[in-house]
């Protein structure tokens, strides 16, 4: 099976605008879940997506969010970017999102907002 | 609230000696421990994960244990190599979770040769 894809891989943006990444699960895969990996703050767990739904969220503003489609592929979308939003941001699939269930992380987008 | 302490955050070993990472996780209905290992610019990859209902398992040179009581949990390499290098993460998760892991901030282990 092809693992956790995300794109794009890299991101250059500035300050005040906003950024849309995407990630596509393993196949057969329902939950997604979205981190954000900073030197500072580690791996900080942002939301969860099941069957289209946002079913879990971590403590970050409403500035960010995501979405997830029919296919199970997900999108985050961070709106009136900031200088400390600059991370690694990577999703994590797994089959239906149990707290026993492994999660397979993708590659991961680089962003980094000047 | 949920938390996971990881110590320690750097550690320095000879090529063939054993390494310890440890963890402690103050939620009680955490069930589910993963560590993941993440190379310099790759994705974290799990390299063994336990079961709150196990307090040990191994596989092959990597060991983890459980012990639920004093909420801590171990990383154990036996007969470290080079390609060891990298950073450990831990993490902890529970049934009311769903699709949330709680991480440590991770242990950068650098095998010398």
């Known amino acids: 099976k092809a693992g956790v894809t995300q794109t794009p891989r890299y991101l250059i943006k500035t300050r005040g605008q906003q950024v849309t990444l995407s990630c596509s699960p393993i196949?057969?895969?329902?939950?997604v879940s979205w981190y954000q990996q900073t030197p500072g703050q580690g791996l900080q767990f942002l939301f969860e997506?099941?069957?289209?739904?946002?079913?879990n969220k971590g403590n970050f503003p409403g500035r960010f969010s995501g979405r997830q489609f029919s296919n199970s592929r997900s999108e985050m979308n961070v709106s009136t970017l900031e200088l400390g939003d600059s991370a690694l941001y990577l999703c994590a699939s797994s089959f239906i999102g149990l707290a026993e269930e492994t999660q397979y992380f993708g590659p991961g987008t680089r962003l980094l907002v000047l | 609230g949920e938390n996971v302490e990881q110590h320690p955050s750097t550690l320095s070993v000879q090529e063939g000696d054993s390494a310890v990472i440890k963890c402690t996780y103050s939620d009680s209905a955490s069930n589910y421990f993963p560590w993941y290992k993440q190379e310099l610019g790759k994705r974290p990859q799990l390299i063994i994960d336990i079961r709150s209902n196990v307090g040990e398992k191994k596989d092959q040179r990597i060991a983890v244990t459980l012990n639920k009581t004093a909420k801590h949990f171990s990383l154990h390499i036996t007969e470290t190599q080079p390609e060891d290098s990298a950073v450990y993460f831990c993490a902890a998760s529970k049934p009311s979770n769903t699709g949330k892991l709680i991480f440590g901030q991770g242990t950068t282990l650098q095998v010398k040769p």
């Open positions: 196949s057969g895969h329902r939950s």
């Open positions: 997506y099941f069957s289209e739904t946002q079913r």
